[in-house]
Structure formats: C-alpha cells, structure tokens
C-alpha cells in the first residue's frame, strides 16, 4: 500500500504542522541552498577554465606525475598512522578520568587553531633542537618531513571524530561481554570496533581528504622541490609561481576529483554500514 | 553453590551492603527488595563487574572475589537485555562460544567444523525454546524489549552455566510468555542442574517460583 502526502504533514516525522511552519524551512532551505550553489559556482568555475586536454597534458609531465604518486602514498600512508594513534588517544579521552583531560584536549586541537605556516615553522624548528638535529637532514625538506606533517594533520582531524562516536558507544555490551569471557581486549575489538566502523571510515577520509590538501606547513617543513618534495598542493604554487594558470587549474581539478572521490566513497560506505546495523 | 559472605559493593556514590546469604548447589533462589536496595549491584558484583569494598564471594567452594568476570563461568541475564547491537540474534546467542573457541580475532573461524555443526544445532534447540526461530538473522535493532530478553535468555543458556544470575529476565514479557519461560528455565534446570539467584519486582513469583527467597532490606 502507498501513502500520498497530505497537506499540514511533516513527511519526515510525521508530526501535523501549522499553515504558516513552512517560513523556517524557506529561511533555513533559502540559507543552506545559497552556500551549497557559492561552493558549485566555485568548482564550476574552475573546472570552465580549463578543458579535458588540458588536464590530460599536465597529468602526462612527469613532476606532475610525481607529485600525485608522493601525495597519495605520503597521505594514505599518514593516514594509516594517524588512524592507530588517533584511536588510542580517543581511547584516553573518552574512556578515563585523569587530572589535565582537558590539558590534554587542548593540546590536541593546536594543530586546528595554529596558523597552516606556523604549524611547519613548529615542525621545523622542532627538528633544530639538541634531540632531533642529528637526523634533521634526512627528514627537513625530504619526502619523511612530507609524511610528517601529514601525520600531524590527519591524527589533528581524525581524533574528534573518534573521540565523539567513542564517547556516544554505550560500554555495557563491552563491559557485559566480560561476563561471556572476554578479556578487555578482546571486547574492545568484538563489541566496541565494530560499532566504530562507520566513524573510522570517516575519519580515515576526512584525515586523508585533509592531507592531500595541506599546503602551508608543507611549505615551510618540507619545501616545495620538484621530483623531491612536491606534492598536489606545492604543484599548484609552483605553477602559480611561473604564471601558468591554467596548470596550475588543472592541477586543482585533479586534486578536487581526488578529494570528492575518496570523500563520496567513504559516505557511501559509511550508509550502507549504517543500513546495516552499524552504529554507536 | 552461590555464598555472599559480609560483601559490601562500591555503587558508584553509595556502598551496599553488607550482604550475607547462601543459596545452596542447585537452588532457585528469588532476591527482593525494594527499589534502590542494591539488587542489581549485587548480581553485579558477584558478576564480577563491581568492585568489591569488602567481604568475599563464593562460587561452588571457590572464592572467586578477586576473579576476572570471564574466569567465574557464570550466565548472567540483565534487567535490559545489553544485546551485542551490530550482532544478529544467532551471533549473539554464539557470542560465549565464539569468545570460548579462543578464536577472538577471526570472527567466523570456528574450533572444527564438527564443532560449529554441533554449536548451530544448539541454537536451532535453543531458538525454537526461545521462540526465536524466524528472528535468528535479525539484528536487535529490529527485536521488541520482551523478544530481546529471550535473547538474553538464549545467550546465557547456551554456555550451560552452573551459576546463573537473573535480573528481572521476564519483566517485558506478557503472561503467556513468561509462563512459557519460567517453564523452559526448570526444564533446563532439570537437565543441567544449575544454582539460580533471581531478582524479581514481581511479589507473585515468591511462592509459585523459587525454592527460596532472599530478601534485602531497603
């Protein structure tokens, strides 16, 4: 059987409304639809700007090329990382009580309130110092720093995903799965993981999203050298830099196309886990 | 055997107890009292998933007081079911065998085929006990409060426990029901003679249910 729509219902809950209730949703559908149409205008915009062959000649040259390799292994690989240590310390955060929790909060969030050039001045400043100058050379403005900062990103991204869906998990079944025989790691990863998968695909995605796109502390920690520490984000700036715009345009549709791409599978993977059950 | 010697439990807040009883080898014993009397606290913690202050707890003749909750071999039933929620209705009720077969890591890796073969032909008994049957692939999600006891239920008879703990089991079943399960739980306790400790709100279940009563003060 079929329902139709009848007028005074609000589909989605099914709750009657009043005749005058549409007002906040014109205001609030009015709000969300221009933002929605400035961020299209902006990639329209880009993409009008340059053609297929263009994009097909710069992706043919050989730094390009380059480039796309070091970002997408340097960002998947960060990412991988980030995703081991992201969920420990979510882990501390959500799970236990200790004086200077919210130190610890804090100290998380500085790569989010830290300027992007600032954060890569840290890095770089970091690996003067007494303890780390001995490899300094093999990191600093070499592919390890490229990995770094990306680390630093993706771990600064990933944790308050994983910290909230950590937090909204009910910890009986964890706890009660003790009386079944469990030891506490191997409840954490029965009861708990599982129900972590649709926030752990986003936060890999949204870490690995993030990365690719780093520019700033890239810059200053990692330099941006053709063949050695360039990646989609210096490519762009490098093309800027000589005046060839509309590389340096193609070079950005690459990375959007990339970024769109990875962000659409992971919400896809994300609903149909939901579909399945899975969630905190 | 389940004996509670002078035990006071942390709750968080508040402490309770101390509590002594016995409930002898093989016994259905009902715990009462009013709310907030520490029932539940203290089905908890012979669980092992409270923190003893003081006192000792004895399982068989085994003071089991400093035991991990997983060493006890005890089946516990809580007041709301507490359901593995991204596990269907089978893996839940396979959830101890599964935990048991020392296979934690791979999910789907049974002990020997021969093994599992015997293990899902468990669950079929036990579904059909449970009424269960045409909900095994189903998530708890999908379950009503009274189907997700059953569960509870089925999860807890499945290991044949020699202890078994019982909070409030069939306080979202209708009557039918729960006559249904008071008769399957002294089936089972007929044939795998088990020691109960029953908390009901239920004052009916004193006399008709139960070979003794512990009544807790408030």
Redo the contacts between chains.
């Keep these: 059987m079929t329902t139709s729509s009848s007028p005074g219902r609000d589909e989605s809950s099914g709750v009657s409304s009043r005749p005058k209730d549409w007002i906040p949703y014109l205001i609030v559908g009015t709000l969300a639809g221009a933002y929605v149409i400035l961020l299209l205008a902006m990639v329209v915009a880009l993409a009008t700007y340059t053609s297929p062959p263009a994009i097909l000649g710069v992706l043919a040259r050989a730094e390009i090329q380059a480039s796309i390799g070091l970002t997408l292994v340097s960002s998947t690989a960060a990412t991988a990382m980030a995703m081991v240590f992201s969920l420990a310390l979510a882990i501390v955060l959500s799970r236990f009580e200790f004086p200077g929790r919210s130190l610890l909060d804090a100290i998380l969030d500085l790569p989010h309130v830290m300027p992007p050039l600032v954060l890569g001045l840290s890095l770089l400043v970091l690996f003067q110092t007494m303890a780390l100058r001995p490899i300094a050379a093999q990191v600093v403005y070499q592919a390890p720093a490229v990995l770094l900062a990306h680390f630093v990103i993706a771990v600064s991204y990933a944790v308050p995903v994983l910290r909230s869906a950590l937090h909204q998990c009910d910890v009986r079944p964890e706890r009660f799965a003790l009386t079944l025989g469990c030891s506490r790691a191997s409840a954490f990863w029965l009861v708990t993981v599982p129900r972590l998968r649709a926030a752990m695909v986003t936060a890999a995605a949204l870490a690995w999203a993030r990365c690719v796109g780093t520019f700033g502390p890239l810059l200053v920690f990692a330099g941006a050298m053709r063949h050695r520490t360039e990646v989609l984000a210096t490519s762009i700036y490098l093309e800027l830099n000589v005046g060839d715009l509309e590389s340096a345009v193609a070079v950005s549709m690459v990375l959007i196309t990339l970024s769109v791409c990875v962000l659409t599978g992971s919400r896809l993977l994300g609903l149909r886990q939901r579909r399945q059950g899975v969630r905190p | 055997m389940i004996q509670l010697e002078t035990l006071i439990v942390d709750a968080g807040k508040q402490q309770i107890g101390p509590v002594t009883f016995q409930v002898p080898e093989g016994k259905h014993a009902m715990m009462v009292g009013p709310s907030g009397a520490g029932k539940t606290t203290i089905v908890e913690a012979i669980?092992?998933?409270r923190r003893v202050i003081r006192g000792r707890i004895l399982l068989g003749r085994v003071d089991v007081t400093a035991f991990?909750?997983?060493d006890?071999a005890?089946?516990?039933v809580?007041q709301d079911a507490?359901?593995?929620?991204?596990?269907t209705v089978r893996e839940n009720l396979l959830?101890?065998v599964?935990?048991?077969s020392g296979k934690?890591?791979g999910?789907r890796t049974p002990r020997t085929q021969r093994g599992w073969m015997h293990w899902q032909e468990r669950v079929c008994e036990m579904s059909d006990q449970l009424f269960l049957s045409d909900l095994l692939e189903r998530?708890?999600?999908e379950l009503s409060g009274g189907q997700k006891q059953r569960v509870a239920l089925g999860?807890a008879l499945m290991?044949r426990p020699s202890v078994l703990l019982l909070d409030e089991p069939f306080a979202a079943l209708d009557a039918a029901m729960r006559s249904r399960m008071e008769s399957l739980l002294d089936e089972h306790r007929q044939r795998h003679p088990c020691t109960i400790l029953h908390i009901s709100h239920d004052h009916d279940d004193r006399g008709r249910f139960g070979d003794l009563v512990i009544e807790l003060p408030a």
């Design positions: 669980a092992g998933l991990h909750p997983a006890r005890l089946g516990l809580p507490v359901l593995m929620p991204t596990q959830f101890g599964r935990v048991s934690w890591l999910w998530s708890p999600d999860r290991m």
